[in-house]
């Protein structure tokens, strides 16, 4: 079984920053898709950021040039760089990785999630 793990979030002041980070472990042959959700008070849960394993990346455009993605292929985790945060950044962020076993399909995996708030 695979399972991920995140950490990172926290209360942080406009302008700051956080990095959150999601490990995933278990029966792992390869991780196409690694990347981030959000999840606001009355939203729907949106994309925020993914990294493919040929390091291609797409960020919805309210992270543009605020947000990095990376990914650490040797440990299996994700990395979400946030800068200049915002208070429209507060949500709960969701890991989220494609994952494939040995020989095995494709399935998806969802962090716990953790919770960042951006407040004065």
């Known amino acids: 079984q695979v399972q991920l793990v995140e950490s990172g979030g926290g209360l942080v002041h406009p302008g700051g920053s956080l990095r959150l980070s999601c490990a995933a472990s278990?029966?792992?042959?390869?991780?196409?898709?690694m990347g981030w959700y959000r999840q606001a008070p009355g939203k729907q849960r949106e994309l925020v950021a993914d990294?493919?394993?040929?390091?291609?990346?797409n960020y919805v455009d309210s992270v543009k040039g605020r947000f990095t993605i990376s990914r650490d292929n040797a440990k299996n985790t994700v990395h979400l760089q946030m800068n200049s945060l915002n208070p429209e950044d507060t949500a709960v962020y969701y890991c989220?990785?494609?994952?494939?076993?040995?020989?095995?399909?494709?399935?998806?995996?969802w962090g716990q999630g953790t919770q960042v708030t951006v407040s004065s």
């Open positions: 989220h990785q494609e994952i494939e076993s040995e020989a095995g399909p494709r399935y998806s995996y």
């Open positions: 278990g029966r792992i042959f390869r991780i196409p898709f």
């Open positions: 990294i493919a394993d040929d390091g291609s990346t």
